[in-house]
C-alpha cells in the first residue's frame, strides 16, 4: 500500500491541551464528532444560528455548551466548518472569517469549498481536514463501542508547522487511529469523494437499479421479483465485498452466478459507460460540477425538487414500500 497509516501512536492528543474546538454545524457529522471529541477529554463548543432552534436544543440534551455562530468561532482555537457545503461559504463570510487570525484552524471533513475557492482563509492560519469513511452515525457508534471509523487527514495549508500534528490530534480524539487514517490531499479528498458518489456509490448503484428493475418489468416480470433480484439482493452482495473483496463475493455465489456475472458484466459496464465516467470525473476535477451545485442551489434547487418528485414516484419505490412492510414489518430490512 502506497499511502502511510497512522494509528494511535502516531499522534498525541496533548497538542489541544487548552485549546477550544468550536463545531459549526450540528448535523449527523458534526454532532457525532462533537461528542467523540467531548469524550475524549477535549473542550468542545457548539456554534449554532439563534433561529435553528431544533439544533440549539439538540446539542444541549447532548451536553453540549452552545453559542452563537459568530461567538463559537471567536472563542475557537479550531473552528470546525460541518455545515452542509451549500452554505459553507456563506457561514464563513458572515460568521468566521473575522476570527481568522494567526494561531486559528480551520477544519473540514470534505474540502469542496476549499478545493474549488468558494472559501480562501488568510495564509496566517492552519487549514486541515479529517475526513470520516463512514457516515456521521457510523462515527459515533464505533466509538461508543470501543474501535474508530478510518479516516484521511489532510493539510492544506501549514502557517504554525503544526497542522499535521493538530490533525492527527483531531483524528485520535474521534476514536479514528484505533482504525487507522492515511494522508491525502484536500483535492485527492474531494474529486475521489465526488466522482464515487455521482458515478458509482449513488448515482451509478440507483441508475444500475432502476435499469434492472425496468428491463423486467417491461418484459412482463412481476415487480416484485424485479425489486428483490436487483434491489433487495444487492445489499447482501455488497455485504460480502466489504467482508473480503470482489473475489470473496464471487466465491460466496453460485457457479452459475460467477459465470454469468463474469461474462455479461462487462457488457453492461462496456466502453460508453467507462467514456461516460471519464467525463464525470472531468466535471469535477475542473470544477465546472461544483458551480452547477451551488448554482442550483442559489436559485432554489427547481431540477433538484423535480428530480426528488419524480423519483419518488417511480414503480420500483412503490413496489419496494409494499414489500418491506409485508416482508420486512418491524425490522429494518439492511438486517435481513
Same mark, same amino acid.
Given at each position: ?34 461528542q467523540n471529541w467531548r469524550d475524549s477529554g477535549l473542550n468542545v463548543i457548539v456554534g449554532a444560528a439563534d433561529?435553528? /432552534?431544533?439544533?440549539?436544543?439538540? *446539542? =444541549?440534551?447532548? %451536553?453540549?455548551?452552545?453559542? #452563537?455562530?459568530? +461567538? &463559537? ?63 456521521g452515525k457510523r462515527v459515533r457508534e464505533t466509538f461508543l463501542e470501543g474501535f474508530g471509523t478510518p479516516v ?12 499535521? /500534528?493538530?490533525?492527527?490530534?483531531? *483524528? =485520535?480524539?474521534? %476514536?479514528?487511529?484505533?482504525? #487507522?487514517?492515511? +494522508? &491525502? ?71 452459475t452466478a460467477r459465470y454469468g456475472g463474469r461474462t455479461r458484466g462487462p457488457r453492461i459496464i462496456g466502453k ?14 475542473? %470544477? ?49
Amino acid at each position: 500500500m502506497a499511502l502511510k497509516i497512522f494509528k494511535d501512536a502516531d499522534a498525541d492528543l496533548s497538542v489541544l491541551k487548552g485549546k477550544t474546538i468550536a463545531i459549526l454545524g450540528y448535523g449527523i457529522q458534526g454532532s457525532a464528532q462533537a461528542q467523540n471529541w467531548r469524550d475524549s477529554g477535549l473542550n468542545v463548543i457548539v456554534g449554532a444560528a439563534d433561529w435553528d /432552534k431544533q439544533t440549539i436544543e439538540r *446539542a =444541549k440534551q447532548d %451536553g453540549m455548551n452552545v453559542m #452563537g455562530l459568530s +461567538e &463559537a468561532s471567536a472563542q475557537a482555537d479550531v473552528i470546525c466548518l460541518l455545515t452542509p457545503d451549500m452554505v459553507q461559504k456563506k457561514v464563513y463570510e458572515e460568521h468566521v472569517a473575522k476570527s481568522m487570525k494567526p494561531g486559528k484552524t480551520l477544519y473540514f471533513s470534505h474540502g469542496l469549498n476549499i478545493v474549488y475557492k468558494f472559501i480562501v482563509p488568510p495564509k496566517e492560519v492552519d487549514v486541515i481536514m479529517v475526513a470520516p469513511k463512514s457516515p456521521g452515525k457510523r462515527v459515533r457508534e464505533t466509538f461508543l463501542e470501543g474501535f474508530g471509523t478510518p479516516v484521511l487527514v489532510s493539510v492544506y495549508q501549514d502557517a504554525s508547522g503544526n497542522a499535521k /500534528k493538530t490533525a492527527l490530534a483531531l *483524528a =485520535k480524539g474521534l %476514536g479514528a487511529l484505533r482504525a #487507522g487514517a492515511f +494522508e &491525502a490531499t484536500f483535492e485527492q479528498e474531494t474529486q475521489s469523494d465526488l466522482f464515487g458518489e455521482q458515478a458509482v456509490l449513488c448515482g451509478g448503484v440507483t441508475e444500475l437499479i432502476k435499469a434492472g428493475f425496468d428491463t423486467l418489468t417491461q418484459d412482463g416480470f412481476a415487480p416484485e421479483v424485479a425489486y428483490f433480484e436487483v434491489l433487495h439482493e444487492l445489499k447482501l452482495i455488497m455485504d460480502l465485498i466489504q467482508e473480503g473483496g470482489l473475489e470473496h463475493m464471487w466465491q460466496g455465489v453460485s457457479e452459475t452466478a460467477r459465470y454469468g456475472g463474469r461474462t455479461r458484466g462487462p457488457r453492461i459496464i462496456g466502453k460508453e459507460t467507462r467514456e461516460a465516467m471519464k467525463q464525470v470525473l472531468k466535471e469535477v476535477r475542473d %470544477g465546472s460540477f461544483a458551480k452547477e451545485w451551488l448554482k442550483e442551489y442559489e436559485a432554489g434547487m427547481p431540477l433538484f425538487k423535480k428530480m426528488k418528485e419524480e423519483q419518488s414516484k417511480l414503480p420500483i419505490e412503490t413496489i419496494g414500500k409494499e414489500i418491506r412492510e409485508t416482508f420486512f414489518k418491524g425490522k429494518k430490512e439492511a438486517k435481513c
